[in-house]
């Protein structure tokens, strides 16, 4: 299917998490924040560069950005609506609340690299499942702007342990879209209490002789949203991605 | 010398190229633009990543960064003062007109690698020659945003052929210091009329059996003021840098 494809489906109504959607094409975070705080945010995701990688940015008001020649408001699956600081509503379509000040940033996605894991032999639980990726908020500060700051959010997958070189390899191989993983094995190193309950997605098996790796996440603007108390912005609902017209090949380096 | 013996030194009047100066610090391109301007510089650095890789920014109106501890009104050999997209003096210190909304960025160059070249062999043409490197201003069009355009501007390192390999592997290890060339060859093909007439800094000599190697440059943003119109911007007198207090090595990937 391609982008174009998906992106018509979503705006048709479907909605779905998009972890192996469009394999081959790669997925973006949405985080839309008002005007006046448009350079906090290009700032907060320079100075966190491996939670929030810019990929897009489109024109105050604009629902289209090079990458993403949709429509903002209506071709994701699914969004998270905030205000002041506190997620109010989940949405299948935004069209009503993009209001005209509104600064879209696309941000990379974990997403990408999976064709990539499981081309050289990891498996990756959550797509053997056809569930969502688990994602948990930690305790790793974010680098704060003057006005945003938060925690760090993260990804899992578990990996057998034989396979875990291969995988920080692989990933390390996409800077773009969050490269290698930010910590490997105890989830209580990084306040991760219970891999059984995330704080977004759905939780996975991890099996005996597994070890769970952890990847920097582009939810991680969404949580300071949260955590800085920001009056309105509006994010995709997590794992329910922007489908980009660029191939997770263009994020790959040598 | 340490990075603040030489920022004490320039602060007491030394007006001088950097090149050579604190080898194994890093060196940095100023460009201070009023706060209005600051999302539109940060998304042009962020759109022209190899020629304005962000190191470090200050808040509004200060005059030290986390990496620059010093003053960055005085503790630069020199300055250039724009207004109006004009250059309009050129400046031992800004004190004067440092003004209260400008916001500072230290963008990364290519001096921090010079080092590594010369390591791995590779002479550096403007050391032996003890003055500025050259810099050209090229035909090759920044990706602009709604207000910043311009040029991309290069300096020059005149290369033995059988070295140009390992020049731009070793440059290329440095890719937050502007990476490999961007150019190797011709200066014709990206605009440059005549080598011995650089528009900053000194010409170098170009021997029988040498290779002209361009490597993007932190100058651009400067291009981008003066091409833009930009009403008010201070910037260092190009090869007349700001050095920081962060070893050249933190830039290099493996």
Not at 95 to 116: Q, Y
Request: overall charge negative.
């Amino acid at each position: 299917m391609s982008p174009a494809q998906a992106r018509e489906r979503f705006r048709s109504g479907e909605r779905v998490p998009t972890a192996g959607w469009c394999r081959g094409w790669t997925q973006a975070n949405l985080i839309a924040v008002p005007k006046r705080l448009r350079y906090e945010l290009l700032l907060f995701a320079h100075r966190n560069p491996q939670a929030c990688p810019v990929l897009d940015v489109g024109e105050p008001g604009s629902w289209s950005t090079r990458l993403f020649p949709g429509d903002l408001r209506t071709d994701l699956p699914a969004y998270r609506l905030y205000r002041d600081g506190a997620a109010v509503a989940d949405l299948g379509e935004v069209t009503g609340e993009w209001r005209a000040d509104l600064v879209p940033f696309l941000i990379g996605c974990s997403f990408t690299f999976e064709r990539a894991l499981l081309a050289a032999g990891v498996p990756v639980r959550h797509l053997e499942a056809g569930v969502n990726v688990p994602m948990y908020v930690t305790s790793i500060p974010c680098e704060a702007t003057g006005s945003l700051s938060g925690p760090l959010v993260v990804s899992m997958r578990p990996v057998p342990e034989h396979l875990v070189t291969t995988a920080v390899e692989v990933s390390g191989r996409y800077p773009m879209v969050h490269g290698a993983p930010v910590h490997v094995g105890d989830p209580g190193a990084i306040g991760v209490r219970d891999l059984a309950r995330p704080d977004y997605g759905d939780a996975v098996e991890v099996r005996p002789g597994e070890v769970p790796l952890f990847w920097a996440c582009g939810v991680t603007p969404q949580a300071a949203v949260l955590a800085s108390g920001v009056d309105y912005a509006i994010g995709h609902l997590p794992g329910h991605m922007a489908i980009l017209d660029a191939r997770d090949d263009d994020y790959r380096v040598a």
